[in-house]
């Protein structure tokens, strides 16, 4: 038997790392297996429609490297990819009806006519008794007579299963174990709704069928469906799956990861800076481990190493803390020309223009070992490859020291731009053998007078390496910033 996963998820938006893990388990597992990875969109559900959803999840996947055999198609999702299709449910409604139709058939499924103000009033009761809201089954065992009658007068109605009113469900789940239900806590719960669109229920396992999954990894919260796709599987007379429920994922404070967490979708983390093969480690980490200590781990042995049998069944903790420091590993382990194209996206939405990678490259070195995220690399490096007046305060110039003293940073700025302008070779050994003995000759600090060059270089107080970084800047930009402070300071201070 040759394994067949799926994901599945719903358009309600942006994938989150809950999801996406989901995602990426299905995904190792039939890599490791050499079997198939399947997308389907379950989008029956209208209501909770987000325009743009297919787009973020394909792009999700993507940008993971999360590629798929079969599925909907990410250029045209009206088209598929394989030959189990259409991939996307709300084109496989006419499917669904008819495995609903032979339920009906066979006695396992009924046609409940009551009215959405009857069912409130079923529940308002049970609710006043304490009672959990269940359906009331008003509608299982109508007479025939009534029934017909009914059914001739084409009402409004929905499909329900007809749930054993006795015994229990029972089914193994390869993290959770043995896993039992009683069938009396279970509703005859909707299969299909008035409007003929099928509910989760009937679509996931009709689909899990035709399209012959063997294995079905989701989320912990779909456990609780599970003895319903059981039942279902009973009546249709086919062979379950096997299960595999995938620990919870909390938020740090032991809560289940939420939007009070922040934004913890996939594209988010892209678009802050994080790598794909960071977070393709950081979400394999979460409800699954190689070891007890190993932490990075790349993509090649995931797809080795993956087992379900290693799947946590302990919920796993969301540590944006941790993610950001592995970031931080997978940015100091990439070559610095792919670093430099990764980052050069970034630095370019933000100068507003493009970016000559052949420039970036060699600040990367001064920058990489102290970045976590792609973003902070553009915190850190654009005033590189800012054009004309770099934008500062004159006081940040001075610093506390040479606050009152505008005319002895001139004259200090005047005696480096003298002695370093004709320097033969620019480079750092070079100017800093050149600029470091001036502090003592000009009677200042070493770092007064750093301080005051690094923020007429850079704009900032805090910068890669001084002179690394004039080296990198060059000659002639490094002189024009220089003399552009010194302008400054000669405009502050009487002649
Ligand atoms: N459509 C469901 C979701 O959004 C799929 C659950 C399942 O995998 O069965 O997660």
């Known amino acids: 038997m040759s394994v067949r996963v799926r994901y599945a998820p719903s358009p309600t938006g942006v994938p989150h790392v809950g999801n996406i893990r989901t995602a990426l388990f299905n995904w190792l597992f039939a890599r490791h297996e050499g079997g198939a990875f399947i997308v389907r969109l379950e989008d029956t559900d209208r209501t909770r429609y987000v325009e743009g959803s297919e787009r973020a999840i394909f792009d999700s996947l993507a940008w993971l490297g999360l590629d798929y055999n079969e599925g909907p198609d990410p250029g045209d999702p009206s088209r598929d990819v394989g030959d189990h ?126 399209m012959e999954i063997t294995h079905v990894l989701r989320g912990d919260e779909w456990l609780s469906s599970t003895p319903r796709h059981v039942l279902l599987y009973q009546a249709f007379g086919w ?89 931080g590993v997978y940015i100091r382990q990439l070559p610095e020309q792919e670093l430099a194209e990764r980052t050069a996206p970034f630095l370019e939405e933000k100068l507003g223009r493009t970016v000559d990678r052949t420039l970036l490259q060699p600040v990367i070195p001064l920058i990489r070992e102290r970045v976590k995220l792609l973003t902070e690399t553009v915190e850190m490096a654009d005033f590189f490859f800012r054009e004309g007046e770099l934008e500062y305060d004159t006081k940040t110039l001075l610093g506390k020291k040479l606050a009152d003293a505008p005319a002895v940073a001139a004259t200090a700025l005047q005696a ?9 070779h620019w480079q750092h050994e070079a100017l800093e053998g050149a600029i470091r003995p001036q502090a003592e000759e000009l009677g200042m600090k070493t770092g007064e007078l750093f301080g005051l060059i690094r923020v007429a270089v850079t704009g900032r107080t805090a910068a890669p390496p001084l002179f690394e970084t004039m080296a990198v800047l060059g000659r002639e930009r490094s002189l024009e910033r220089l003399e552009s402070a010194l302008r400054r300071l000669q405009a502050q201070s009487p002649a």
């Open 85 to 210: 299709g259409p991939y996307m449910q709300s084109r496989r409604v006419e499917t669904y009806n008819r495995y609903a139709d032979q339920l009906i058939e066979a006695g396992h499924a009924y046609r409940c006519y009551c009215t959405p103000e009857r069912l409130a009033e079923v529940r308002k009761e049970l609710q006043r008794r304490k009672l959990p809201p269940k359906y009331d089954r008003n509608c299982r065992d109508l007479p025939g007579t009534e029934r017909e009658k009914l059914e001739s007068q084409a009402l409004p109605c929905v499909v329900r299963f007809k749930t054993p009113l006795t015994g229990q469900t029972a089914f193994n789940d390869i993290v959770r174990g043995d896993i039992v239900f009683e069938n009396d806590t279970l509703d005859d719960f909707v299969l299909l709704k008035s409007d003929g669109f099928p509910v989760y229920h009937l679509a996931n396992i009709v689909d899990d069928k035709l």
């Open 239 to 327: 062979e379950p799956p096997i299960f595999a429920h995938l620990p919870m994922i909390l938020g740090p404070d032991k809560a289940k990861l939420s939007k009070r967490h922040g934004d913890t979708s996939v594209l988010a983390f892209r678009d802050s800076g994080f790598l794909p093969e960071a977070l393709f480690n950081f979400l394999g980490l979460l409800g699954w481990s190689l070891d007890d200590h190993t932490e990075i781990i790349d993509r090649e042995t995931f797809i080795h190493q993956f087992s379900l049998g290693r799947v946590l069944a302990n919920p796993a903790v969301f540590n944006r803390e941790k993610l950001e420091w592995m970031n």
């Open 416 to 424: 480096v731009v003298q002695r370093i302008s004709d320097l033969e």
